[in-house]
């Protein structure tokens, strides 16, 4: 039992992984000797090589494209792409190719990889280094959409990722890399895809969120402990396919739900939580299904005053909470 | 850049010096005259209102054959395009397979019946399922050479596409990646001179798109589509420098479109009367067939010969396709994934209504099927 | 007043613009000579001539990344995407400069310009010729997103899109392309972008709809008038920004909700519409809110019985409603 | 290709051929003291944890002022890269207007404190404001271009990136269609060797990004970014052909990376000692001080009055900007459209929790501001 930081926890998993299994490979921009811009993937081009960890050229379209191709003939991609930001030049190549080459081809083709993408806000990334693109791509059929929270969940959700069939999205938070650090197993344990977990159990109001915000809503449920009002939290961690049994269990129980999202609030991934109680739990909601969420502008400003009246934090989440427990 | 032709000797002669024997010759003929056989009779099922739509190659079958004769089956691999007709004939699929797609049956296999026609794919003969956005199949193969390469397999990835399709960002980016690692993969840019109504002069700030294959350190080769032993040359020479390990090579064959972009297409409103019969001049089947007349590999007997055979293939394959079952719906939800649901662990597909509780822990009222 | 097709009404709005304003140009693949794979350009080249009526490579980022440029030097582009199934090439462009430009700049720099795309199924066009791919844009602040209905809705909202300050996605359902026809005078009217309208009046049951689904909306409501369940159908027409007065003051009036799309269901843009309704009308719900929508699969499928298995009907939304009036 | 370098005679003497005065020369000169001053002052403030990030140019400079030098201000228009530093100063912004983005104040003209530092942009000097995604500016370049042609506005658009950038598919789709219209847009590679730590032999496949000048129908440049009057005669030449109706020209200037990809970089990890050393040799700046010391046109004296002055312009522009205000947040939900509200037409913007009839028609429970 170690203890390891979120970001080290991505790459010593990804070390195992490339040991056990000689058909993966990691591609992307500094993926190689610089070891990432992050350091995910940090010493793996010195014990695997430039065959199995390639520097690509600046061409998101040809990471996916390319690692499309490659799992069709034999190999199993973990392509990296540098920000989340930067994935929509590839966004073609990821929902009209990987996504749909199981379902085009009855079953004849299909496109096993781990697409890594470092994604979120608080960093002063600005518009551009800080967005949250879950929404995007937990909507396309094809797709697994993955967003750990803790080290022990990210060695076992990539592992399981990276032995996934289908094509994975895997949504790494900056601000969590260095910032969470948790106890992991050195033994080969999996998180399976599509389980939610209740990381923390409470009576009166449920608050879902995935990524950072579930820690966010963690530690709005230890402030609101002492006012009484008891907060269960479910981490997603998976976004699709979603866990919908745990989630209609915990609002079942407690009535009520704020669901917690970073990305813009119109059409953000939380809409469809929502939605799916308001038409599978509706007999057992006590009070409205509330939101708390980044504000509808086109990306987190830079200026630290800016990017604090964007962020979701634990107090607003406390706030929202707080007040539909009184309704 | 000028297109290469074959000089003026007897195709027995240049065949020879290609390494190839009559038989090659003659196969090669035959697996034209299918392709076109096989490709007129989409139209007429269309006309008929058998098939809503096609799109297919004729006026590009010479360049097809001749490029694609030179690989190995069910061990190089083909990521085609819609026009690949001659192409995948050449490289194995049977006038049944791809009557299938143009039906769209259960049994299809291309799709079993989920794409449209012209959307040809095959596992067992390493023949890619391709989509509709172009150019994005480029990658494809770029990835396949790139595993082939690392896993060092000996394969070579051959893919097909249109001169329209070689301005999207995913040629850029393919090409150089391609040359950069010297893969073995060879593409193939079919320029019939229109992507759909869109001319040359539109599409393309230069006349040749194989001018930009020094733009990515791999040699550029102009063929002319009609001349059928000039386009083997340069598939078989792109090919051996695949394998041998010399990196990528790009293809442009000089090709004519006979037809309408597709059957949703008029072409007669951005083409004159006179250029679509003139084009036909361009047609490689009758050329080759008159090279092969006068190099004495084929006289009226087994012209004919080869025709029928065509003909009955045609019938065949056509009768037998229309007669396949059509898709079962309750296979529709299947194989969005290899395990898990369509988007929720505990989801039925649905694609009626949803109420509080249906199949959830909460049910007040029982779902209806729908 | 004349009677014109939805393509009509396209193509007739596009050539009165152009007469009124210069710098209005439209650019895009076969636009010219052709007119427009659906014709919906067609006579603009030979009226406007080559130089604003451009037939453009085969390059999506190129159509809307120069659109993009020409705008911010005086022009008004109305590019087209052939089909909207082909856009996401462009998506960066769309998504990272077009929608962000006014707002990363502080209100320096903007892009008005509407592109134009044909979306949906029912129309034999498989998984890559019927996609509905609205959700994607929906949810991108800075984009504008109107999906008409009518050919009456068509000219006024187009006009209110090409006269918009920024950037407008139009798209266009080819399954109404020919078959819906009406009424539309011949004066310069427009139809307010964010205005959604009621177009059945009903008591018991609030249909939200846009696009195809606002006519099979209607089309419920006649089946189900004769069973004694009186049925108000709102056409949302503008997805973003959305008219949540109308929205709200009709389900807050029949206390019950069918939101309809054609989109794959899973996080699909009227999950936003269900999240506002659990979120603001939770007081006036009088039973879930229940949605009808394409399945969950990758794609429309060809063959015609995999098709119809796939898009929603009037039945099956009659289906959903008659079982809503009945909780 | 061979990299154009201006021959050994005397600044003045080449300057006079090119039409360059020896005041335009001087000019050029303190352009590129006071930007390497600027510069050097964004990386002090950054380790002094005044601003979080810098990227800059250092390197950069003698290829952007000289390739710049020749455009219109206020007429031409400039769609610059995050390096562009020295090129944005030679159009006219200001060292002040600079400074105000590094600390991201309220009344910083590039974006109001909304973009991390390097992401410039001014209305009225027609600099356009720039993203982080890579070369998708070269599109908005050619669509600058395109409605200059269309609007016979007489201005030439010029854009830059850097080599790794023109590995993007939107280099290929932009160029291609410049070369195709004949647009007057200038396209500047500032090739310093690297993206990030990828090197050019794992970048492209051809050493000159200039090679795939010829697959679009236009010119391409190679030049060594260290001969400022060389860098010059490209950007003059291109610029006159772009006026002249003759079309768009592809650029690519040799040059050096001095310090590391950003402040978050490290580039010792992929550059030895010895390299970062030897390539201050490549280094414009003292280079062309020596052309203009040979020349008679700088003497100490004049040379120390320069540098006074930049340090001066750098002290007062840090100064100013840093006393700036910061943005409000109240203002930060505003111009997310010209007229309409963030998402919803009933909307105010919900940063928090949004209850039942919270300003909406049913109202229960009053919202709390957040
Ligand atoms: C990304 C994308 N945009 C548009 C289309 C619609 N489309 C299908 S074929 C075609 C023209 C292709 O021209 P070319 O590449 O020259 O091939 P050809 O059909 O002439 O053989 C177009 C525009 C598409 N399939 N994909
Ligand atoms: C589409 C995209 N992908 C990745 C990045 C991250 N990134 C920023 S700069 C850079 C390297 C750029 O290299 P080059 O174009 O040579 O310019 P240079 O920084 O060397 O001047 C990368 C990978 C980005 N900004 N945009
Ligand atoms: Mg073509
Ligand atoms: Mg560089």
Request: aromatic residues 8%.
């Amino acid at each position: 039992m170690a203890v390891q930081t979120l970001i080290e926890a991505v790459r010593s998993t990804l070390a195992d992984e490339m040991r056990r299994d000689e058909r993966i490979i990691v591609l992307g921009e500094d993926v190689g000797k610089k070891g990432g811009v992050f350091l995910a993937t940090d010493g793996l081009f010195d014990e695997f090589g430039g065959e199995r960890v390639l520097d690509t050229p600046l061409s998101e379209s040809l990471i996916v494209g390319a690692s499309i191709g490659a799992a069709i003939n034999g190999l199993r991609p973990v392509p990296e792409i540098q920000f989340a930001d930067f994935i929509f030049p590839a966004f073609n190549q990821i929902l009209s190719e990987a996504a749909r080459m199981r379902y085009r081809s009855n079953n004849s083709f299909a496109c096993p990889m781990t697409i890594r993408a470092p994604y979120g806000g608080g960093v002063h990334g600005a518009l551009y280094h800080s967005q949250s693109v879950e929404a995007f791509f937990a909507h396309i059929p094809g797709l697994k959409v993955v967003v750990p929270s803790t080290p022990y969940d990210t060695r076992g959700l990539l592992r399981s990722a990276i032995r996934d069939e289908d094509p994975v999205l895997f949504f790494e938070h900056k601000k969590m890399y260095r910032s969470v650090r948790g106890d992991v197993p050195d033994t080969d344990y999996t998180v399976p895809l599509g389980k939610a977990k209740v990381t923390r159990e409470g009576r009166d109001v449920t608050v879902v969120g995935y990524g950072l915000m579930a820690h966010y809503a963690l530690e709005a449920a230890e402030l609101l402990e002492s006012e009484g009002v008891s907060v269960e939290v479910v981490d997603l961690r998976t976004l699709r396919p979603l866990d919908g049994t745990t989630l209609l269990e915990s609002v079942g129980k407690t009535g009520k739900c704020v669901v917690v999202y970073e990305d813009n609030r119109f059409g953000g991934f939380g809409a469809e939580i929502a939605a799916i109680l308001a038409e599978e739990a509706f007999d057992r909601l006590d009070g409205p299904i509330v939101r708390v969420t980044g504000p509808d502008v086109p990306g987190v400003p830079y200026n630290h005053v800016l990017e604090d009246w964007f962020m979701p934090n634990p107090d607003r989440i406390a706030d929202a909470v707080r007040r539909l427990a009184a309704y | 850049m000028a297109a290469t032709r074959t000089e003026s000797k007897a195709a027995t002669e240049i065949g020879a010096e290609l390494g190839l024997a009559r038989d090659d010759l003659l196969e090669m003929y035959r697996l034209m005259v299918v392709a076109r056989a096989v490709d007129e009779r989409m139209w007429i099922l269309n006309r008929a209102g058998k098939i809503p739509f096609v799109i297919s190659g004729q006026g590009h079958e010479g360049a097809q054959v001749a490029v694609t004769y030179g690989l190995r089956k069910a061990h190089d691999w083909m990521v085609p395009y819609y026009r690949s007709v001659a192409s995948l004939i050449t490289f194995g699929m049977t006038p049944r397979e791809i009557m299938l797609a143009q039906f769209a049956k259960g049994n299809d296999p291309s799709s079993g019946g989920r794409q449209m026609p012209g959307h040809y794919g095959m596992p067992e003969r390493q023949i890619l399922s391709l989509s509709s956005p172009v150019a994005t199949q480029l990658l494809h193969a770029t990835g396949i050479a790139l595993a082939a390469k690392i896993r060092k397999t000996d394969q070579v990835a051959m893919t097909y596409l249109g001169e329209g399709s070689s301005n999207q960002g995913d040629f850029h980016e393919g090409l150089n990646f391609a040359g950069i690692h010297r893969l073995p993969v060879v593409y193939v840019v079919e320029n019939n001179g229109y992507a759909i109504s869109v001319p040359m002069a539109l599409q393309s700030a230069v006349e040749d798109i194989a001018m930009r294959a020094a733009g990515y350190n791999m040699p550029g080769v102009v063929v002319d589509g009609s001349d059928v032993l000039a386009c083997y040359r340069a598939g078989r020479d792109a090919i051996d420098r695949a394998r041998a390990g010399e990196g990528p090579t790009l293809i442009e064959a000089k090709v004519t479109r006979l037809t309408a972009h597709s059957s949703d297409d008029q072409h007669t409103k951005y083409r004159t009367a006179e250029e679509i019969e003139s084009e036909k001049g361009r047609d490689a089947l009758p050329l080759f067939r008159d090279q092969l007349r006068s190099a004495g590999l084929l006289d009226e007997e087994s012209e004919a010969a080869i025709l029928e055979e065509s003909r009955k293939v045609v019938e065949d394959s056509t009768d037998w396709a229309e007669a396949q079952p059509e898709p079962d719906p309750a296979t529709a939800q299947r194989w969005v994934y290899a395990d898990a649901p369509p988007a929720r662990m505990d989801d039925e597909l649905w694609t009626g209504a949803r109420f509080a509780g249906d199949g959830g822990p909460f049910g007040t009222l029982a779902a209806e099927e729908d």
